[in-house]
């Protein structure tokens, strides 16, 4: 990446970003993420998604697997799978700064006609390489649109569309090619992950996300515990509590409002629940996020 190109992400990130140092663009889908110092430990469940860093570090775990990534180099993922994140190197002189992507079932089944396939016995989720060439300049134009709004609305599809194309041409395409096959089990479990995260506070049964899926319930537990490595109970509590402890940092909101707000019935159920994904009892991870914060500021 070239220093113009994060210049131009860290003045976006710094009119736009929220408190998580999440900066939305008018691109759908395409996000700037800043930071100034090391972070906590964050849980979250991701979507398929590209991200380039600029500058800094971060680590992804998945399991018992670690991936460093710095500047320069892309992390990957092309499925919903649990991680837990951290960003290792920031200062307020040299901020973390990385752009991030969700990758399209739509772009990559239209575009998966038209490129040759690259096989590949590849099938882990997650992935860490240097950036290809072609990757980080589609990304850094798209950075420069931000800056050009009558020209967003006319060239940002075709970049998008761009961007996915260097992916699907470059060593992971095949991984990415499933994301876009519409039979295929990952876009299947995809439609019910996309249920799971719309009506996440909801009680939603396992028979009605496998008919989304167009499974049977079996075969469904079977490929949904693979594409996500958790099952569909275990995916939709970690939504909610992921969520839960959002209400509480950043919208001030009470452990029992929280519990409520994302369809849990009994706050005792809940905190037992939020402290063994967490560590911490709801109050105290708060107090804890809150003071380390503040040490930060």
Known sequence: MTDPTLRTALRHAETHADPDGIAETPIPGFVIIRADH?????????????????????RVMMGTDVYDFAKGDSLLITADVPTLSQITRANPAAPYVSLALDLDPAVIADLAGEIRPVPSN???????????????????????????????????????????????SGRHGDAIRRLGWPDG????????????????????????????????????HQHFRAVTSLSPLQFQKQLRLIEARRLMRTEGCSASHAAYA????????????????????PAQDTKTAQDRARAGA
């Open 122 to 168: 590849d099938v882990a989720p997650v992935r860490v390489d240097a950036t290809d060439r072609e990757v980080a300049d589609t990304a850094g134009r798209l950075v420069h649109l931000l800056e050009r709004p009558a020209s967003l609305a006319v060239l940002q599809a075709q970049l998008v569309r761009e961007m996915h194309y260097w992916l699907m």
């Open 262 to 281: 994302v369809g849990y019935e009994s706050v005792p159920q809940f905190t037992r629940e939020y402290g063994r994904l967490f560590g911490l009892p």
């Open 38 to 58: 090391p972070s906590e430990l964050q849980r979250s469940i991701l979507q398929p998604v590209v991200c380039l860093v600029l500058q800094g570090s971060k």
């Open 185 to 220: 089990h990952v876009q299947r479990v995809g439609q019910a992950v996309a249920i799971l995260r719309r009506d996440y506070a909801k009680s939603v049964s396992v028979a009605q996300l496998a008919e989304a899926a167009g499974m049977s319930v079996s075969a469904f």
